[in-house]
């Protein structure tokens, strides 16, 4: 049994720590708030934007560069967000699991004859990734101490720019969708290119649609119209991939401090029952000691 002093020590331990992710959890639910409100103010401007975009394409005569189907499918590209700091949990492992899981059924060939690359986002993915020997062509580390929509299209830019111009043929986003405080979606979904199929899906229903007249045209507003799409699908997984994080870290504290104030409890039972097993002893030897200075 360890002596007094050691467990009053990891008690006053226990106690520092305990404090330190009652902290975290509390700016954690402050930043978990302000994410909140920046992922459901954009969730319907998304929504429509794709409604448009579908019913765009619907209509459109020519065939988009961003449109066009491969005739194989040579180059595949990754975009991981993941995230920059850990204590959140399974966050980043479970989706780079299922990344990699998703990579080993349906690109293992890609990865081996080396046409498969990534983009990761956040220094967590880039270490995981990095490690296991994936080609990682970019990298944007502390990416989350300033989310902006600049940054966000600047990648996305890039990746429209190389696949234009045949690099990829095909482009894949893996991001957390934030569900709740306790629960994220994992999603790896197609983004390049853009399948008009899954648009239409999406698109109001031939009873609910209006004639428009478009100027300058279907096919001019659609070359416009597509890269913003793009960039505003990124900029929403990377919302939802903020606020899954800040909610995973609050349960992770929330769990910590639990875990804290039981193990507490459990020190200071010990502490006690050390305690007065010391004080038996002692009265022992003093009783002890009487009897035999009486007998003497």
């Keep these: 049994m360890a002596n007094l002093r050691d467990i009053r020590n990891r008690i006053e331990s226990i106690k520092n720590t305990r404090q330190i992710t009652k902290a975290m959890k509390m700016v954690a639910a402050a930043k978990l708030r302000k994410a909140q409100n920046r992922i459901i103010a ?8 794709k409604e448009v975009v579908a019913r765009l394409v619907g209509n459109a005569t020519d065939k988009h560069q961003l449109l066009r189907e491969p005739e194989s499918t040579d180059e595949v590209l990754f ?16 989706l780079f699991k299922m990344v990699e899981k998703t990579i080993e059924q349906e690109y293992a060939e890609y990865r081996q004859a080396e046409t498969l690359s990534l983009v990761c986002v956040g220094r967590k993915a880039i270490k995981h ?5 994936y080609n990682v062509i ?5 990416f989350f101490d300033e989310i902006n929509f600049a940054k966000a299209s600047g990648i996305m830019k890039g990746v429209i720019k190389r696949f234009n111009a045949g690099e990829f043929d095909e482009v894949k986003l893996a991001y957390n969708e934030f569900k709740s405080v306790i629960a ?3 999603i790896v979904e197609s983004v390049l290119p853009i399948e008009p199929s899954a648009l239409l899906e999406d698109a109001v229903s031939d009873n609910e649609q209006k004639e428009y007249i478009y100027e300058p045209g279907i096919d001019k507003i659609l070359e416009d119209l597509l890269p913003s799409h793009l960039n505003l699908q990124l900029w929403k997984a990377i919302l939802e ?14 769990n910590a401090t639990e875990n804290a104030n039981e193990l507490q409890e459990d020190l200071e039972l010990e502490y006690n029952r050390a305690r007065q097993s010391a004080i038996t002893t002692e009265i022992s030897e ?11």
């Design 138 to 142: 970019a990298e944007y580390p502390d």
């Design 241 to 254: 991939s903020n606020a899954a994080e800040q909610g995973a870290r609050m349960t992770a504290m929330d």
């Design 42 to 49: 954009t969730r319907p401007y998304a929504s429509k934007m």
């Design 79 to 94: 975009i991981i967000i993941g995230s920059d700091r850990g204590l959140c949990g399974a966050f980043n492992n479970n």
């Design 184 to 186: 994220q979606e994992r």
């Design 129 to 133: 990734f990095g490690k296991r020997n």
């Design 286 to 296: 003093i009783i002890s000691g009487a009897q035999a200075l009486e007998n003497a």
